[in-house]
């Protein structure tokens, strides 16, 4: 699913031409996510500080208003058992 917003600007640069990106920047998940794990389990990657809050799957709603008040980095979502 690709998304498309608008990015207005002050100056004529991008006048008659395409500014694209990717959800991932230059990450390519296939090859990296292997090495971000590898990291995280070696306790050189510390990812539990992007973590802002953790709420139940039951609660889910509350995770979408954290977003969209901007009060949330990364939600963790936790599946019932």
């Given at each position: 699913?690709?998304?498309?917003?608008?990015?207005?600007?002050?100056?004529?640069?991008?006048?008659?031409?395409?500014?694209?990106?990717?959800?991932?920047?230059?990450?390519?998940?296939?090859?990296?996510?292997?090495?971000?794990v590898e990291k995280?389990?070696?306790?050189?990657?510390?990812?539990?500080?992007?973590?802002?809050?953790?709420?139940?799957?039951?609660?889910?709603?509350?995770?979408?208003?954290?977003?969209?008040?901007?009060?949330?980095?990364?939600?963790?979502?936790?599946?019932?058992?």
């Open positions: 699913m690709f998304c498309e917003d608008s990015f207005k600007t002050h100056f004529r640069i991008l006048s008659e031409r395409t500014l694209k990106g990717t959800f991932f920047g230059n990450y390519k998940p296939h090859s990296d996510i292997p090495n971000v995280y389990m070696n306790k050189e990657l510390d990812v539990e500080k992007f973590i802002t809050y953790s709420v139940p799957f039951s609660e889910i709603n509350r995770a979408f208003e954290y977003m969209l008040q901007g009060q949330s980095l990364r939600c963790l979502i936790c599946m019932d058992a």
